[in-house]
């Protein structure tokens, strides 16, 4: 039983309880995570089959606000929201009206005037998904695409996604997330989602100065080196180092961190037979990893990409139409 299911309440949730917006995965029970899951899983088709597709959001309209930059995230909302039918609509902010001194919320007003249903939002600074959901109107969702080093939600959904298709099961697997945990939001989405599904050996390993605060992370077991983080684990996760949130003195010499913690073919045989490498993408090949791995047979970084859509699709669908047939 997860103890936290169904506590949080608002303002994820609607009164009835059913998910309104999706700005963290903190609050979902096993049982919402496993059914998003599930209808992820529909919309994911074989490579070179057409994408799946469905009249489900016919009439939405999307809006992508995003102030970081975005490739994979963005355009996967993007396509996530077109197959399901909805009109999409892309502001990078950077670029317009935060330079003018528009506020995030100014830009939302305009927007939900204009009929747009749900905001999909990625911010460097904490809170603004959650500030943006708590001013909408009632029938407007609000959807994190990452925010700060907090919490990225539907990465942490399409990680599990692709852990759960390559090994059919969660109880019982070993995972390593290695690198940059202190910054990062997949790390941090990755540990509500895979706890809350039940992997029991979660460890996290990095340079002492790119490893969370001892507070954070309850459950994970610490490790000082790759290769006794890496020691019969099912799954390794690579992380890259955020520059950005980091000021230039903290910035760690590339050819020391690819010496003590990049993923080389040699170092991933400490790991299980069979574990599947994954990373979230913008990659540093030969930094975090080095490139015969990341295009190797133990990737599955491509499969990350493709469930990614697939992922949003299910939120999308399950956020807007709540009682709304899976398709
Ligand atoms: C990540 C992000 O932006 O948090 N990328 C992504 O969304 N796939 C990871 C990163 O930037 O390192």
Same mark, same amino acid.
Do not use: K, M, N, P
């Given at each position: 039983m997860n103890p936290t299911a169904g506590s949080n309440g608002p303002p994820q949730r609607r009164p009835d309880g059913s998910l309104r917006h999706l700005l963290t995965l903190e609050s979902l029970s096993r049982t919402e995570l496993e059914q998003l899951l599930e209808r992820a899983q529909g919309f994911v088709r074989p490579v070179g089959e057409r994408p799946a597709r469905s009249a =489900?959001? #016919? !009439?939405y309209t999307v809006a992508n606000l995003f102030t970081e930059p975005s490739t994979r995230t963005r355009v996967s909302f993007e396509l996530a929201a077109k197959r399901l039918g909805a009109q999409v609509v892309n502001l990078e902010l950077q670029l317009s009206s935060r330079l003018k001194g528009e506020s995030m919320l100014d830009t939302v007003y305009t927007l939900q005037a204009m009929q747009v249903d749900a905001f999909v939002i990625r911010d460097a600074e904490a809170g603004v998904p959650q500030a943006v959901a708590a001013n909408v109107a009632p029938h407007v969702s609000v959807l994190s =695409? !990452?925010? &700060? +080093?907090?919490? +990225?939600p539907t990465q942490g959904l399409l990680d599990a996604l692709t852990i759960r298709q390559r090994k059919g099961r969660f109880e019982g697997l070993s995972m390593a997330i290695i690198g940059?945990?202190? +910054?990062?939001r997949v790390a941090r989405s990755a540990w509500h989602a895979l706890r809350t599904l039940g992997v029991r050996d979660l460890r996290i390993a990095g340079p002492a100065a790119l490893m969370p605060d001892a507070t954070e992370f309850a459950g994970c077991s610490r490790h000082t080196d790759l290769t006794s983080a890496l020691a019969g684990t099912d799954v390794v996760m690579m992380l890259r180092i955020q520059k950005e949130r980091m000021g230039e003195a903290d910035l760690p010499d590339a050819a020391q961190y690819f010496a003590a913690w990049g993923l080389t073919r040699e170092r991933l &045989? &400490? #790991?299980?037979? !069979?574990a599947i490498v994954m990373h979230p993408q913008p990659m540093n090949r030969g930094i975090e990893i080095e490139s015969e791995v990341a295009d190797g047979p133990q990737s599955v970084i491509r499969d990350q990409v493709r469930n990614g859509v697939a992922v949003r699709m299910a939120v999308l669908e399950t956020v807007l139409t709540p009682r709304g047939a899976a398709a």
């Open positions: =489900a959001l #016919a !009439g =695409a !990452g925010e &700060a +080093h907090v919490s +990225h940059d945990i202190r +910054h990062s &045989a &400490a #790991a299980r037979t !069979g």
